[in-house]
């Protein structure tokens, strides 16, 4: 349980203060992961098959092309990645596989005019598209990740006064995080646990996110010329603050 692969992240992320110290542990996961795709993953001949498999989603594909620091290896894993998604999607649309064919004028091997098997191939890729879709290698990495350190904050808020201490006089979390905290304290914990978590976790988020508010509300004043003088307090970049607290959206506010 005290794995240190969990705990030293959990433990770091709480002793900066921020506005969700789950959204600070997500960043630092992904960013980690997307450099081990690009890179030594490349070289495993079962990550490939599992890249190829399941690919990424925009976001992270997003992330990857931003980095700018592999493009050669982003290109290899697009290419064999697409290259197993087609000739799924040939065979799903009832087209022979391509070496076997020569030409491309097989599409549904003259049933020419034949309209529902064209139906069917659209579906049929749709079908598959649609579940496909949902699939994300980091994605998947992320979630199981995510649930280990929470985990392990249930852990160390049970086990270790310090990290209660620094859990208690925490910012709160983005809504996003909010609710996964809560829910997983639903099934985590026992009912005891539960009541003592939660009413820290709900008056620490309501807390919070009044102050955000608060400092939102004085963000619009400072626009009235009567407050011109006035100090900006934390307000300057309560704008971004608050919509990543609302949605948990970390891009909001980045350039
Ligand atoms: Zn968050
Ligand atoms: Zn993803």
């Not at 203060?17 to 960043?27: G, T």
């Not at 491309?104 to 579906?123: E, I, N, V, Y």
């Not at 307090?233 to 909001?252: H, V, Y």
Request: aromatic share 10%; with cysteine; proline share 3%.
């Amino acid at each position: 349980m005290q794995d240190t692969i969990y705990t030293i992240p959990v433990t770091e992320a709480y002793e900066t203060p921020c506005e969700c110290p789950l959204c600070a542990l997500e960043a630092r996961f992904e960013n980690d992961r997307v450099n081990y795709y690009l890179g030594p993953s490349l070289m495993e001949p079962e990550n490939r098959i599992d890249t190829n498999d399941n690919g990424f989603c925009g976001k992270h594909f997003k992330m990857m092309y931003k980095t700018q620091t592999n493009r050669l290896g982003l290109g290899l894993i697009l290419d064999t990645y697409m290259t197993e998604q087609i000739n799924r999607l040939r065979k799903i649309a009832g087209e022979k596989p391509k070496e076997q064919e020569g030409a491309k004028k097989s599409l549904f091997g003259g049933l020419k005019g034949k309209g529902k098997d064209s139906q069917r191939a659209a579906q049929g890729m749709r079908d598959y598209w649609e579940k496909h879709s949902e699939k994300c290698c980091i994605c998947r990495d992320l979630e199981k990740t995510m649930d280990r350190y929470i985990d392990v904050i249930f852990h160390l808020y049970f086990s270790n006064k310090e990290f209660r201490e620094r859990f208690d006089g925490g910012q709160g979390y983005c809504m996003r995080h909010f609710d996964i905290l809560c829910d997983r304290a639903g099934s985590m914990l026992s009912s005891g646990r539960q009541d003592a978590f939660l009413s820290a976790l709900v008056a620490q988020q309501l807390d919070n996110l009044s102050r955000i508010q608060d400092e939102v509300n004085w963000f619009t004043k400072k626009f009235d010329y009567r407050n011109a003088q006035e100090p900006w307090k934390n307000s300057r970049d309560a704008l971004p603050r608050g919509m990543r607290k609302m949605t948990g959206d970390r891009e909001i506010g980045e350039n």
